[in-house]
């Protein structure tokens, strides 16, 4: 049972490449969450979708969009990096949609992306 | 937006000792999350807290959620070398009606190191 898997698992781009982070699930969680990881920063949510067919901001969306394709796989594409976007990326997906909030974030093991 | 705060940053403790890290909100929580992370890996979901004053125990970790429902404590006694890594607590991100749908916010976590 692979659960969240990310590619690629590291990517060094130029600034103004175009990039697409890829992410798959297959626990049938409705609800799939991209963050970014950021020394001392902890984890900001970038993009969410509660549910397939649905997509909405996080904390910190600009410079990115998000594409759910089915209930599986949820993208985050780059169109124009800046160094500002180097960062560890973490897809995660849980299983509910709606309150009450008590199930768990299963996390992929991340992309590690260097912009120069 | 809602922050939250940890503390210490960073602990260097030896084999065999107790850990006491804490997380606190300017803002009230429902529920409290803590993860931990390992070298390389996404965050693992150690325990959740849903109600005020709970008090629960997974192991040796041992979780509080405060009074107030501004903060939260984790606990780790007797450390081994395998409780290396970064432990970061959450919470939900509501939505102008109150529902999070899954959307999680996070201190920046706090490095432990033990030394064997």
């Known amino acids: 049972n692979a659960g969240v898997t990310q590619t690629p698992k590291f990517q060094v781009l130029k600034t103004g490449q175009s990039m697409t982070l890829q992410c798959a699930q297959d626990?049938?969680?409705?609800?799939m969450y991209w963050y970014r990881q950021d020394p001392g920063m902890g984890l900001r949510l970038i993009y969410y979708s509660a549910s397939e067919g649905t997509t909405d901001k996080g904390e910190v969306p600009n410079g990115y969009n998000v594409s759910r394709l089915n209930k599986r796989e949820f993208s985050l594409r780059l169109e124009s990096a800046a160094p500002s976007q180097t960062s560890v990326y973490f897809c995660a997906s849980s299983v509910q949609d709606a309150e009450p909030f008590n199930q768990p974030q299963h996390f992929g093991d991340g992309t590690r992306l260097s912009i120069l | 937006g809602q922050q939250l705060n940890q503390s210490p940053q960073s602990m260097f403790i030896q084999e065999g000792e107790d850990v006491s890290m804490n997380c606190t909100s300017s803002s009230i929580f429902n529920t409290w999350l803590w993860y931990k992370q390992d070298p390389g890996e996404g965050p693992v979901l150690l325990i959740a807290l849903y109600k005020a004053g709970e008090l629960t125990s997974n192991g040796r970790l041992t979780a509080q959620f405060g009074i107030t429902r501004k903060d939260s404590f984790l606990n780790i006694s007797a450390s081994i070398p395998s409780d290396v890594g970064i432990y970061f607590c959450a919470g939900p991100i509501l939505n102008a009606g109150g529902t999070s749908y899954g959307k999680l916010t996070f201190g920046q976590g706090t490095i432990l190191t033990v030394h064997p």
């Open positions: 626990m049938n969680h409705n609800s």
